[in-house]
């Protein structure tokens, strides 16, 4: 600063002048008392109308805008609760769902909940078809056979799907952003050239959640209202004020000067800058992502069995946790973050670069061989890349590091184009298929079946038997025999595939000493705002 | 332009206007063309594919398709790009990928605060600028040349990031005395999002038309040290040059004239000598300002300022087309506006571009 100080007493002349006036304002800073406000990066959000939105920033607004018919509570991790279905059964076949409405509920324009905006709700997402709509078109529902398959029936909603699965899946994917249920009447009102609402629902909301959203601001903040007569009880807070904010030493200066009350994303040395602060708290959960290597098996020789058994053993798994990630990640070396029915918590791989050297010296290559590895640019990968690439390096393996713009390197994955990639994956829905059938299912492994959105087909790996097992697995109606089922093929998984599963992120969110109930969701929901207080 | 000429004499003249102002419109739609040609092929030839963008990545393969298709995507690129031309000349600069609005609206949005951002900047950097030039030039190798040319020196080279945020950890963060990152407090900016009739965007100008001081008051205390970090750089770069011009202009005959005429110092300098300075000067300040309006990225993201840099650099990241060249036309009509500014501005400050 020292070097400054000349200028600043020219420059800051005429400032001093204007701020005169200004000071007593600017003084006011904190934040009104009935409003939550929060800082994030939400720049991620491509949509809110709850059939398209699929990320994390935007299925945030959606949880506490809309309802599903059951849900997850954030006071009981894992468990299911009704939501606007007050009751459900399965028929004996396991094909069947019957919903009972609550009675009742209404939605934000005041019209009432009924069986048929639920049902409604439901073939809306599966004829859109946006992205997340694969979450309920696996049962087996098309555009064209929906209206048959989810409908209407007095005051219940009946879904049929065309194959049986546990039901614990059937119901974890309803409670998913996409399942949220619309207000058919006023969403219709607002149709646009047979949109369904899609373009009006960009700004507005039409739901029964504890919030209503009174602006949205792309790139920039939203503003949530709560809402009066709340069927869960109104929210505590009157108002959230989210703010965009991506540079995290910006986030901690307006959390430690009480002009937010939450920050969201703050980096590891502002959470150990801020760690002896008495007005500030930090909240550690564990969030769903799972940082991996893949390796293309169409190059040469990351598909040599040998080769990817010692590169497990070239990873420093807890020499990074215990230094640049600490905090941050949690070594998770199996492809279901924990949480999750049937997750692993075992680490069974170490770093150790004499049994990685003996190994490729059985494999054919005794002076390793030279690759590539590519990665999105931002720090905290590239960090890890960095780390990666030195430990290979101690055996041989020459990395050279390929970082690119996040859509870059993720279009050349999806090619099947990379040789390894650092990647990180977020579950999609709360059940253990999310995950298991990506990085451990893939029916058809030509280029032709462009199967762009399975990760095993991106690295033209096969499986083998255990995309069966994935297959048997989510139609196993016996909860504990699923569990085991999907430990078997982790188990088999993290010591044959083209995959190598590193860590488990950690998410922190940091507040004000005053903020009470706030929930991230953790790894299986999203975030709740209506039980915080402050 | 002719318009704004302040002595009509012969008809002939006129005539002469004319035809410079039609020159003047093919010139300006030959580089709005040239300008969204360069920046679409550019666009075309990044290996980034706008529609991974949107879908995500869990998108099928079918649902890429169908999106490719819906933007347009599928199509020639010089069939884009005369599709996109023929919109833009009846005002539609199309939707934006990633914030799915039209783009004018979102550039509507995101101007203003660049506006009134470089808008202060500039002033900063002018107000301060121009009088250390001139004290540089007339004091050239004292301690005050020096200090200036030690202050410009150090705006040019220390990296704006790290100002803003040392600026905003002591007067924000230690002192208090200025308004965090952002446009105004969040109590403020609910107030002016729900009770403020928006006329402009730009927070100041609104809220002034409103009445409403408070928040006047509390913009002004947010704006002031990004302006004061942008108004630095201008600044610095201002002061070089004034210094240059004016000793250019000391050295000239009738600058020696008037001091042996026995006409006071101060008058020589601030008046004869600046008033030759500014013609050149004028460019100089309005290239800074344009500069500025293009929006600063990096400053944008440390004061959390959702302004044009971030909007189009966001745009950039992930191939959002639309949004690049609805900004890019902006960014190009600023420098064009500012040249033609500039150009009548020469005109009342020197007689002799008449």
Known sequence: MTSVSPFRKTGLAFAAALMLGAAPAALMAATPADTLVIADGIDDIVSIDPAEAFEFSGTDLINNVYDTLVELDPLKPGELVPGLAESWSVSDDGLTFTFKMKSGVTFSSGNPVTAADAAWSLQRVVKLDKTPAFILTQFGLKADNVEQMIRAEGDSVVMTIAKPFAPSMVFNCLTAQLASVIDMKTVMANEVNGDMGNEWLKSNSAGTGAYVLRSYKPQDSYVLEAREGHWRGDAKLKRVFMRHVSEPATQRLLLEKGDIDVARGLSTTDIEGISGNADLQVMDDLDGYIYYLAMNQKKEPLNNPKVLEAMRYLVDYDGMVNSFLKGQMIVQQSFLPRGYLGALEDTPYTFDVAKAKALLAEAGFPDGFTTTLSVRNDPARLEMAQAIQNTLGQAGIKVELKPGAGAEVLGDYRARNHEITLQAWGPDYPDPHTNASTFAWNPNNTDDAKLTGVLAWRNAYDPGELTGMVDAAVQERDTEKRRAMYQEIQQKHRDTSAFISMFQSIAQTAMRANVQGFHTGGTLDGVTYWLTTK | ?354
């Open chain 2, 1 to 354: 332009m002719s318009t704004t000429d302040i002595s009509p004499r012969a008809p002939s003249r006129l005539k002469r206007r004319a035809k410079g102002f039609a020159g003047l419109l093919l010139a300006l739609a030959a580089t709005f063309l040239g300008l969204l040609l360069v920046t679409f092929v550019i666009s075309r030839v990044v290996p980034i594919d706008p529609v991974l963008s949107i879908v995500g990545e869990r998108a099928s393969q079918a649902q890429i398709e169908a999106a490719r298709t819906r933007l347009g995507l599928d199509r020639p690129m010089w069939e884009q790009f005369g599709i996109y031309v023929m919109n833009a000349v009846q005002g539609d600069l199309g939707q934006s990928l990633l914030t799915r609005r039209p783009v004018a609206e979102d550039v509507a949005r995101v101007f203003p605060a660049t506006l009134e951002l470089a808008t202060i900047a500039t002033i900063f950097g002018v107000l301060a600028g121009v009088p250390a030039g001139v004290l540089a030039a007339t004091r050239p190798g004292t301690w005050i040349d020096q200090l200036v040319r030690l202050i410009g020196l150090a705006g040019y080279s220390m990296p704006v990031f790290w100002l803003g945020l040392m600026g905003l950890l002591l007067f924000y963060g230690i002192l208090g005395w200025v308004g965090g990152p952002g446009r105004l407090d969040s109590g403020f900016e609910m107030m002016f999002e729900f009770d403020v009739p928006r006329v402009t965007g730009m927070i100041l100008v609104d809220t002034a038309l409103a009445g409403k001081w408070d928040i006047f008051a509390n913009a002004v205390s947010h704006i002031i040290l990004p302006a004061g970090v942008l108004g630095y750089y201008s600044m610095a770069y201002i002061s070089r040059m004034t210094r240059s011009f004016m000793m250019n202009e000391l050295s000239q005959e009738y600058i020696t004239t008037a001091r042996v005429k026995g006409m006071p110092e101060w008058r020589v300098i601030w008046v004869h000598a600046l008033k030759n300075v500014m013609v050149p000067l004028i460019t100089v300040i309005a290239l800074s300002y344009a500069n500025l309006l293009e929006g600063s990225v990096l400053t944008e993201t440390v004061f959390a300022w959702p302004g044009l840099g971030l909007y189009i650099t966001n745009a950039l990241f992930n191939a959002d087309m639309p949004a690049v060249l609805g900004g890019t036309v902006v960014v190009g009509a600023v420098f064009v506006g500012l040249n033609m500014l500039s150009d009548v501005l020469y005109r009342l400050v020197d007689p002799r571009a008449k």
